[in-house]
């Protein structure tokens, strides 16, 4: 009964290859969100999607692309991996209620590049 | 704009009380709390929303000053259990949370 869950939990690419991490949430959640958290901890917003629509797009490099087929999933691909991305990719879901957005996390992807 | 946290890392005895403060240069419609452990996903504990109304954990408090931009989060009775990275998260409006850069929480025997 995972609430928000990640595939693959590592994954190890060489620098120019592509790969997808994959997200899923049972929660009922209307939004959801792609974190990166780097070797300082500190959490960067990436994008978000509320009902499959792109509502946060924030300064990310166009060879990371999100896709929401529906409303419980939210995929990430990269294209041409390159050094700097290697960190740990959260996703999380979030309530569609106007005041809190409390955001629940899966248990996160780290990704390293060679 | 990043919130910004204080004190970046404390180390604690078990059963001392720490505080860790959140402070925002923009108005903030409510803050979030979270704790994540080593190797584990950030855990939501708490939100603050203006107008004072709060959701969160049993042992753990917290205080939202809205005038100030300000909340700070209370532990008290600190167990070993509370060790980890502590995060606020403010929200200005929107779908957006921006997370300051963490607190590190150490709770020894």
């Known amino acids: 009964d995972t609430a928000v869950s990640q595939t693959p939990k590592y994954l190890v690419t060489q620098m120019g290859n592509d790969k997808s991490i994959k997200c899923e949430q049972n929660?009922?959640?209307?939004?959801m969100y792609w974190y990166k958290q780097d070797s300082k901890k500190f959490l960067k917003i990436m994008f978000s999607?509320?009902?499959?629509?792109?509502?946060i797009n924030e300064t990310v490099p166009n060879r990371f692309s999100p896709k929401s087929p529906d409303k419980a999933h939210l995929n990430l691909h990269i294209n041409s991996l390159e050094l700097g991305d290697s960190a740990v990719y959260f996703c999380?879901?979030?309530?569609?209620?106007?005041?809190?957005?409390?955001?629940?996390f899966g248990p996160g992807t780290r990704l390293t590049v060679t | 704009q990043q919130p910004v946290q204080s004190p970046q890392a404390v180390i604690l005895r078990e059963g001392e009380d720490a505080v860790i403060n959140c402070s925002s240069s923009k108005a903030l419609y409510s803050v979030h709390w979270y704790r994540q452990k080593h190797g584990e996903a950030p855990v939501f504990l708490m939100i603050l929303l203006k107008g004072g109304e709060q959701k969160g954990h049993e042992k753990i408090s917290a205080s939202f000053n809205e005038k100030k931009q300000q909340s700070s989060l209370y532990l008290t009775a600190s167990q070993l259990s509370y060790s980890g990275t502590y995060f606020c998260?403010?929200?200005?409006?929107?779908?957006?949370?921006?997370f300051g850069a963490g607190t590190r929480l150490f709770v020894k025997a």
């Open positions: 998260g403010v929200h200005t409006g929107g779908f957006k949370t921006i």
């Open positions: 929660l009922g959640h209307d939004t």
């Open positions: 999380a879901s979030s309530p569609q209620d106007s005041r809190t957005y409390e955001q629940y």
């Open positions: 999607y509320n009902n499959k629509e792109l509502i």
